[in-house]
């Protein structure tokens, strides 16, 4: 009866698979997205591949090795095909270079505004007490400007996605921040109240959400779907965070195309 050389088999089937999460990786900037459909994702993958390359290796090994290496090229084509597609489409959403410029000053008609030098929005400046952080990006579709008043406890940020900008995905991101209580802040063990959460069905679609932070703070947010000179879909999304209700709502209320 013939031996199997599992470890041999085993390595055979890793190689590819390490490949193609390299690939993947690459594929999302270098980072790993903590979603469970992402890693989801990497299992339908791998484990396919995984389970015929070793069912191919067992045949090739035991009398059988032309279907053995058609099981095995099966299971390649599934794992580098379907890695691909999904890089490209990572790829797609991937923010370039000019969508992730930072926002310039320009004053209109007697107001200063905040300015996207390639996507073609405004809005209102928060004011002379405000200083930006450096920009970040969460992922590589997303992009964040951020600007505080730490006299005044008040922080506004823009996030934009790319990729994103129906009613639905405005929706998605909308609910993601509110259950996302580690990144908003407040008090442990006190959950934050959701005030208002809606999408409007119009087109563009814009959304809004409101809540009271277990600290206290107001987290008031406006989504806008829009589409860059090119066509290319974005959320925009502006979140106030303030002691008190009042403060930014200019700047929510002043999101609009520049001329």
């Given at each position: 009866m013939?031996?199997?050389?599992?470890?041999?088999?085993?390595?055979?089937?890793?190689?590819?698979?390490?490949?193609?999460?390299g690939?993947?990786?690459?594929?999302h900037?270098?980072?790993?997205?903590g979603?469970?459909?992402?890693w989801?994702?990497?299992?339908?993958l791998?484990l396919?591949?995984?389970?015929t390359?070793?069912?191919?290796h067992?045949?090739?090994?035991?009398g059988?090795p032309?279907?053995g290496?058609?099981?095995?090229?099966?299971?390649?084509?599934?794992?580098f095909?379907?890695g691909?597609?999904?890089?490209?489409?990572?790829?797609?959403v991937?923010?370039t270079?000019?969508?992730?410029?930072?926002?310039?000053?320009?004053?209109e008609?007697?107001?200063?505004?905040?300015?996207?030098?390639?996507?073609?929005?405004?809005?209102?400046?928060?004011?002379?007490?405000?200083?930006?952080?450096?920009?970040n990006?969460?992922?590589p579709?997303?992009?964040?400007y951020?600007?505080?008043?730490?006299e005044?406890?008040?922080?506004v940020t823009?996030?934009?996605?790319?990729?994103?900008g129906?009613?639905?995905?405005?929706?998605?991101?909308?609910?993601?921040?509110s259950k996302?209580?580690?990144?908003?802040?407040?008090r442990a063990?006190t959950?934050?109240?959701?005030?208002?959460?809606?999408?409007?069905g119009?087109?563009?679609?814009?959304?809004?959400?409101?809540?009271?932070?277990?600290?206290g703070?107001?987290?008031?947010?406006?989504?806008?779907?829009?589409?860059?000179?090119?066509?290319?879909p974005?959320a925009?999304?502006?979140t106030?965070m303030?002691?008190?209700?009042?403060?930014?709502s200019?700047?929510?209320?002043?999101?609009?195309?520049y001329?």
């Amino acid at each position: 009866m013939a031996t199997v050389n599992w470890p041999r088999g085993l390595a055979k089937v890793l190689v590819p698979a390490l490949f193609a999460f390299g690939y993947l990786l690459w594929s999302h900037g270098g980072t790993l997205p903590g979603s469970i459909k992402f890693w989801g994702i990497i299992a339908l993958l791998i484990l396919p591949e995984m389970a015929t390359g070793l069912g191919g290796h067992y045949l090739e090994q035991t009398g059988r090795p032309g279907v053995g290496k058609l099981i095995t090229f099966a299971g390649l084509a599934w794992l580098f095909g379907a890695g691909f597609f999904l890089a490209s489409k990572a790829q797609a959403v991937t923010l370039t270079y000019a969508e992730r410029a930072p926002l310039v000053t320009v004053d209109e008609g007697h107001q200063r505004r905040l300015r996207h030098p390639t996507l073609g929005f405004s809005l209102l400046h928060p004011g002379p007490g405000f200083v930006e952080s450096d920009p970040n990006a969460s992922r590589p579709s997303a992009h964040f400007y951020s600007f505080t008043d730490s006299e005044a406890r008040v922080r506004v940020t823009v996030g934009i996605f790319k990729g994103e900008g129906d009613a639905r995905s405005l929706r998605g991101l909308l609910e993601g921040m509110s259950k996302n209580t580690d990144a908003l802040g407040g008090r442990a063990g006190t959950p934050p109240r959701v005030e208002k959460l809606e999408v409007s069905g119009d087109e563009p679609p814009r959304g809004a959400l409101e809540m009271v932070l277990g600290d206290g703070r107001f987290l008031r947010t406006n989504a806008y779907g829009w589409r860059a000179p090119d066509g290319t879909p974005f959320a925009i999304v502006v979140t106030v965070m303030a002691h008190s209700y009042a403060p930014g709502s200019a700047v929510l209320a002043s999101f609009r195309p520049y001329p």
